[in-house]
Antibody, heavy 117, light 111 residues
Framework: EVQLVESGGGLVQPGGSLRLSCAAS????????MNWVRQAPGKGLEWVSF????????YYADSVKGRFTISRDNAKNSLYLQMNNLRDEDTAVYYC??????????WGQGTLVTVSS | QSALTQPASVSGSPGQSITISCTGT?????????VSWYQQYPGKAPKLMIY???KRPSGVSDRFSGSKSGNTASLTISGLQAEDEADYYC???????????FGTGTKVTVL
């Protein structure tokens, strides 16, 4: 069974940092591009970041560029999102999602990040 | 890259058909067939329902269908059932630094 499990969320003060992880299983992780998508409370989905399967080409939404860093460890079947200089507006559930051609499937269950003093 | 425009809510009675629109621009929805749709129940992760405008993944009911005309994509749910009550999001591959643009989301209510 293909599965993605996020972890690392929590409460952090504005200006703080947090590192999210996404553990993949049930498929050959190293052959798939991966993405992070977030959803603020009561709001819609917002794409955050992309990383390619092998050569690690990365892209970021303008809202997080310069503050967030996406990375992966294919040996550990894991995806990461390092989030620095967090702002109130970064409060959201963060999902990792496998990219299948140009659609996202499946998604993890999400991990909640709350930025508040 | 602005979010794609969806109606905030759509409702229908059991057995009826409803259609959710998703309006973008000539640089996203209108420029290719890389539109997907996701279903999301409260507190749950989104689930892929339609990809490449009109293709259904294995396991998705054939009551769900997709189409596109110009800059507007549509998701139709036929034979509406109580279990279809959820939020639905369209998504377009953007071929820019913003790789994916999501719609504003539509809450489907089964009356």
């Amino acid at each position: 069974e293909v599965q993605l499990v996020e972890s690392g969320g929590g409460l952090v003060q504005p200006g703080g940092s947090l590192r999210l992880s996404c553990a993949a299983s049930g498929f050959t992780f190293s052959t798939y591009n991966m993405n992070w998508v977030r959803q603020a409370p009561g709001k819609g989905l917002e794409w955050v970041s992309f990383i390619s399967s092998v050569i690690s080409t990365v892209y970021y939404a303008d809202s997080v560029k310069g503050r967030f860093t996406i990375s992966r460890d294919n040996a550990k079947n894991s995806l990461y999102l390092q989030m620095n200089n967090l702002r109130d507006e970064d409060t959201a559930v963060y999902y990792c999602a496998r990219e299948d051609n140009v659609w996202l499937d499946p998604w993890g269950q999400g991990t909640l990040v709350t930025v508040s003093s | 890259q602005s979010a794609l425009t969806q109606p905030a809510s759509v409702s229908g009675s059991p057995g009826q058909s409803i259609t959710i629109s998703c309006t973008g621009t000539s640089t996203d929805v209108g420029s290719h067939n890389l539109v997907s749709w996701y279903q999301q129940y409260p507190g749950k992760a989104p689930k892929l329902m339609i990809y490449e405008v009109s293709k259904r993944p294995s396991g998705v009911s054939d009551r769900f269908s997709g189409s596109k005309s110009g800059n507007t994509a549509s998701l139709t749910i036929s034979g509406l059932q109580a279990e279809d009550e959820a939020d639905y999001y369209c998504c377009s591959y953007a071929r820019s630094n913003t790789l994916y643009v999501f719609g504003t989301g539509t809450k489907v209510t089964v009356l």
